[in-house]
Structure formats: structure tokens, C-alpha cells
């Protein structure tokens, strides 16, 4: 099975670390470090999705994926 995109990015301005997951729409969670950001954010999304099914609402599939750009080695040289 196919799981959910998870970002994870230092918030300056919290002084900690978002885990997002684009997907599921609002799901994110804070954490001092990404390890706990990221823990934190896999308790939130069970809790979306156990209370999206529980509204009787229609459940995303996994489909974010971020572009990742491979630069050529001369760039930067």
C-alpha cells in the first residue's frame, strides 16, 4: 500500500520542526526535533482519518509527490 507524502521543515518563527501531509487536508503536527515532529504527525493523521470515516466522508488516496530537480554538475561549479 501506498502511504501519505510527509514534509518535514524548521519553522523559524516556532523554533521547531512541521511534519505536513498535503494530502490530508489541515494534518500537521509540531515537533523540537523531526523525529518528534514526525511521530506527532503519524497520532494526527489517524485521528483525520479515523474522523473522516466516522463523518462518512470520502478518504483521499496518496497522491502528493513533491518535484525533485537533479542539477546538472556543471551548476554551482
Sequence with gaps: M???F???FYAEEDGGYIAD??????CSAFG???EEA???VQIAKD???ETTRASGKP???PKYR???FILPKWVGS
Design 21 to 26: 501531509i498535503p494530502d490530508l487536508r489541515f
Design 2 to 4: 501506498q502511504d501519505y
Design 47 to 49: 485521528a483525520w482519518l
Design 66 to 68: 513533491p518535484a525533485i
Design 6 to 8: 510527509i514534509s518535514i
Design 38 to 40: 514526525l511521530r506527532e
Design 32 to 34: 523540537e526535533t523531526p
Design 59 to 61: 478518504i483521499p488516496k
